[in-house]
């Protein structure tokens, strides 16, 4: 089902400003072949899990942490291998990031919980929705082609990119021309925070399942789907490739916005999520 989100009174011409974060508690969680850094707010309320792109860590979710905290959840977020305070993934044995995450989870003691997570943080939480459904409350995916590496929607997905693509400042590639127009300023502190949290060159993690069109449809969590009309990674059109493989989904395109809805357009991020979470609980 496709959703267009009511912008409500957000303007977009107007910047947000990163809001006033709450207390949280910074842990290493000591895991079987690893340590990954993480910070959680603790409480009694519904565990919330972030899982960041490729260009941030722990540290991006200074918009999100707060708000869905006053809302009455547990935020928790942690570092994949290879970023901000967590271990380098050796070449030997990297593992995979939707293992670490089921270790993650069983460390902190969480049963069931959401699971939120944009651009490469959604392969890994594809990843693990398909091994453990049983321990998601609900789904949330922005700006990611569900780790889809077989078939049409990775077909597609290629077909877009220059053989420049590389070559483009990440800033360029995941930020719309919306917001770089109008707020320097979390431009300059986006990179900040991209910069801060590559720490190394490990290897690159694997995925436990091979993520085709068909292996999407046994997807069995209820699932958000979220993408900016202004994303090169991850177009509208793609994202609804997306939505017709994956059975109980919402789909939401957010206007004037690349790939990074939960930095560029925060306040419609934070409301749609909620909004979807809220009734996932029900």
């Known amino acids: 089902m496709s959703v267009t989100p009511s912008s409500g009174t957000i303007d977009p011409m107007v910047p947000v400003p990163i809001p006033e974060q709450v207390p949280a508690k910074e842990g290493m969680a000591a895991l079987p072949g690893t340590n990954l850094g993480y910070w959680d707010t603790g409480g009694t309320g519904q565990p919330v899990v972030f899982l960041h792109p490729a260009s941030g860590s722990?540290?991006?979710?200074?918009?999100?942490?707060?708000?869905?905290?006053?809302?009455?959840?547990?935020?928790?977020?942690?570092?994949?291998?290879?970023?901000?305070?967590?271990?380098?993934?050796?070449?030997?044995?990297?593992?995979?990031?939707?293992?670490?995450?089921?270790?993650?989870?069983?460390?902190?003691?969480?049963?069931?919980?959401?699971?939120?997570?944009?651009?490469?943080?959604?392969?890994?939480?594809?990843?693990?929705?398909?091994?453990?459904?049983?321990?998601?409350?609900?789904?949330?995916?922005?700006?990611?082609?569900?780790?889809?590496?077989?078939?049409?929607?990775?077909?597609?997905?290629?077909?877009?990119?220059?053989k420049e693509w590389d070559d483009l400042p990440r800033w360029f590639r995941e930020l719309g021309p919306s917001y770089r127009a109008v707020n320097p300023e979390g431009v300059a502190k986006w990179i900040e925070l991209n910069e801060k949290?590559?720490?190394?060159?490990?290897?690159?993690?694997?995925?436990?399942?091979?993520?085709?069109?068909?292996?999407?449809?046994?997807?069995?969590?209820?699932?958000l789907l979220v993408t900016g009309d202004a994303d090169m990674f991850t177009p509208p059109s793609i994202m609804r490739m997306i939505g017709r493989q994956v059975p109980n989904n919402e789909l939401v395109i957010v206007p004037e916005c690349g790939h990074s809805p939960y930095w560029e357009q925060p306040e419609l991020f934070n409301r749609t999520v909620l909004e979807f979470i809220r009734r996932s609980s029900t």
Do not use: C, M
């Open 58 to 162: 722990a540290l991006v979710w200074l918009y999100q942490q707060p708000v869905f905290a006053k809302a009455g959840y547990r935020v928790i977020a942690y570092s994949r291998r290879n970023y901000y305070n967590s271990d380098l993934a050796p070449n030997e044995n990297p593992g995979s990031a939707s293992v670490d995450l089921q270790n993650f989870v069983d460390y902190l003691g969480l049963n069931q919980f959401h699971l939120v997570s944009s651009a490469a943080g959604g392969s890994v939480a594809a990843d693990y929705a398909l091994s453990h459904p049983e321990h998601l409350l609900s789904l949330t995916v922005s700006s990611n082609n569900l780790a889809a590496r077989n078939g049409y929607i990775a077909e597609a997905a290629e077909k877009i990119k220059s």
């Open 197 to 223: 949290s590559e720490t190394g060159r490990g290897a690159r993690q694997n995925l436990v399942n091979a993520v085709t069109p068909d292996k999407l449809e046994s997807l069995k969590v209820r699932t």
